[in-house]
């Protein structure tokens, strides 16, 4: 069955430290997709990136970067010098081929804190 | 362009009222999918659509009902409101595809007394 779990329920840091979230996700899918997602106070999900299973190059954009390890069925996310405006839930999510993609399960996302 | 849009922004009803939630987007996209968000409890699917015509269930569906006459809407019925009801829940669209991304509604903050 398909499963994320993002065991961090809270991270606190202070501005300029670099933050990782974790994210584990279960699958018996060969084909699948990850995404995360970030939800600002006002409410909203805002769409970060999406990963899928055959592309485990890392990737960076700006301060923002993602770690993806199929060997340990992982795509953390790690923010570098992190900033106020960080502050936010951040999701986790997958959506398997043998659902047709119809189906996106989320983590219990990760609320960051980043004080100034 | 107005994206997902979700009517009303909060609601308070008392138990066994019924209700309907909102949810159009003007993006042609083909899957609409509601979701209720809780405390620890991240984001659950309730009831998906791939196309006009075309729903199906998710996780938690008890309690709800839903249609697809347009591609546009998707309204979620709350037939007899329970307190377990009381939520955030989020109306999204995505793109047919597995690797297409959610646009995700402001959420309706629903209590249920």
């Known amino acids: 069955a398909q499963k994320v779990t993002q065991a961090q329920t809270e991270i606190s840091v202070v501005e300029k430290e670099d933050v990782t979230l974790d994210c584990v996700y279960e699958?018996?899918?060969?084909?699948?997709?990850l995404f995360w997602y970030k939800q600002p106070p006002s409410g909203e999900l805002v769409f970060l990136i999406r990963?899928?299973?055959?592309?485990?190059q890392n990737e960076i954009s700006g301060r923002y970067s993602w770690n993806f390890q199929k060997s340990t069925s992982s795509f953390n996310f790690t923010i570098t010098a992190s900033q106020v405006v960080d502050s936010a839930v951040y999701f986790c999510?997958?959506?398997?081929?043998?659902?047709?993609?119809?189906?996106?399960?989320f983590g219990a996302g990760t609320r960051l804190f980043v004080k100034a | 362009n107005a994206g997902v849009t979700q009517t009303p922004k909060f609601q308070v009803l008392k138990t066994g009222q019924s209700m309907t939630l909102q949810c159009a987007q003007d993006?042609?996209?083909?899957?609409m999918s509601w979701y209720r968000q809780d405390p620890g409890m991240g984001l659950r699917l309730i009831h998906y659509?791939?196309?006009?015509?075309?729903?199906d269930q998710g996780e938690v569906p008890n309690g709800y009902n839903v249609s697809r006459s347009t591609t546009e809407d998707f309204p979620l019925r709350l037939l007899s409101a329970a307190p377990s009801q009381t939520s955030v829940y989020f109306c999204?669209?995505?793109?047919?595809?597995?690797?297409?991304?959610?646009?995700f509604g402001q959420g309706t903050r629903l209590t249920v007394v």
């Open positions: 699958t018996r899918d060969t084909t699948y997709y």
């Open positions: 993006m042609n996209h083909e899957y």
């Open positions: 990963r899928n299973s055959f592309d485990e």
């Open positions: 999204a669209s995505r793109k047919s595809g597995l690797y297409t991304e959610a646009f």
């Open positions: 999510a997958l959506s398997e081929a043998s659902t047709g993609g119809f189906k996106t399960i």
């Open positions: 659509s791939v196309g006009a015509g075309i729903t």
